[in-house]
């Protein structure tokens, strides 16, 4: 059960507070990696300086590093992207959508709309709760949540491979890790991407400003490295259809690796592309982006293949989904007015 999850995620996330500590008036300077070891029951060193790695330990509201030294007066906190209690979960009998299952693993296609596990204000009603209805004794991921492997945010539609067993955990999850796995997504995405095809490279972390979101530190100053492949399907002139291929899987990876670009998806809220960003000033043109927005209330990324090695029988296996009604109706839209306005390609 020491599996990575994948960071895909692309997941809808808060910061939550687990441990809080002031130091008293006479504290000497302590690095706050060992000042937490002195704290917390059943610490060790190594976990607590991952968690300063990855943003979540913070001193007076900033996240610092593990050689942080801790000052009199200071608030040290742990904070995590689940609440404290997010590990009680509650069996709930939610439909899912199977695409394929055998004893050491399921395919579900997950609808835009369903969180993935308990998190951010959703406690119950997620993925995790009505795999807990459905299966009993699903191993559990380095994160305590069964049968996940990786994840996709709450308004992004598709694929997810679940573990049935600890073997299947650890096998699927040394693919993602490995980036042996395959990954396509179908996102339509604002602009007119100039090239056919590309390939998108910057490391991956939290923006400094806006917590809710990641950025891109192309000098790799910070965060992850993260690599998508991205490849044009259709051209709408104000919009494009892409395919989008992940080397790596990082949080919201291909809605910031697009923005970085200059190419948000459309109606992605997070992102800045839930407004016009492409087009004319025509009231008719404002009144049909609004409508594309309303038969698509969501960022439009779905998760399409996926393929990886089986933990048993070693074949590749690969799997394929149509796209969502909502992101068929919205395509189908621009695809009308790019004919019907001869919508000229913008450099």
């Not at 090239?195 to 809710?212: N, P």
């Not at 490295?225 to 291909?254: N, P």
Request: net charge negative; with cysteine; aromatic share 10%.
């Amino acid at each position: 059960m020491n599996s990575n999850i994948d960071d895909t995620s692309e997941f809808e996330e808060e910061f939550f507070e687990h441990h809080r500590f002031v130091s008293p008036k006479g504290q000497s300077l302590l690095r706050v990696d060992k000042f937490l070891m002195q704290l917390i029951e059943n610490a060790t060193r190594n976990k607590i300086q991952k968690a300063a790695e990855d943003g979540n330990i913070w001193v007076n509201d900033v996240p610092v590093k593990s050689n942080y030294r801790v000052k009199p007066f200071d608030v040290v906190r742990v904070m995590l992207s689940h609440p404290p209690f997010e590990n009680h979960i509650i069996p709930e009998n939610i439909p899912l959508d199977i695409v394929y299952e055998d004893d050491s693993l399921l395919l579900i296609n997950k609808p835009a709309g369903l969180v993935v596990h308990p998190g951010h204000g959703n406690y119950t009603g997620t993925l995790v709760n009505a795999l807990a209805y459905h299966f009993e004794n699903l191993p559990l991921n380095s994160s305590e949540r069964p049968g996940l492997v990786h994840r996709i945010d709450k308004n992004t539609s598709g694929l997810l491979v679940i573990a049935k067993t600890d073997f299947a955990m650890n096998y699927l999850a040394k693919q993602f890790e490995e980036k042996t796995s395959e990954r396509e997504y179908i996102a339509l995405v604002w602009g007119n991407v100039k090239e056919d095809e590309g390939t998108i490279t910057g490391h991956i972390a939290r923006h400094i400003k806006d917590r809710m979101q990641m950025d891109v530190y192309p000098d790799g100053s910070q965060g992850k490295h993260a690599v998508t492949h991205y490849r044009v399907l259709e051209r709408f002139g104000y919009v494009t259809l892409v395919s989008c291929k992940l080397e790596t899987g990082r949080t919201h990876q291909i809605r910031v690796h697009m923005k970085y670009i200059g190419h948000p998806l459309f109606n992605d809220e997070r992102y800045g592309g839930n407004i016009i960003l492409k087009g004319t000033t025509f009231t008719k043109y404002k009144q049909f982006v609004e409508n594309c927005f309303k038969v698509l209330p969501r960022q439009a990324l779905h998760a399409k293949t996926l393929g990886f090695e089986h933990p048993i029988t070693k074949e590749f296996m690969k799997f394929d989904t149509e796209l969502p009604q909502d992101m068929r109706d919205c395509i189908e839209k621009w695809r009308n007015y790019s004919k019907s306005n001869m919508i000229e390609e913008e450099e």
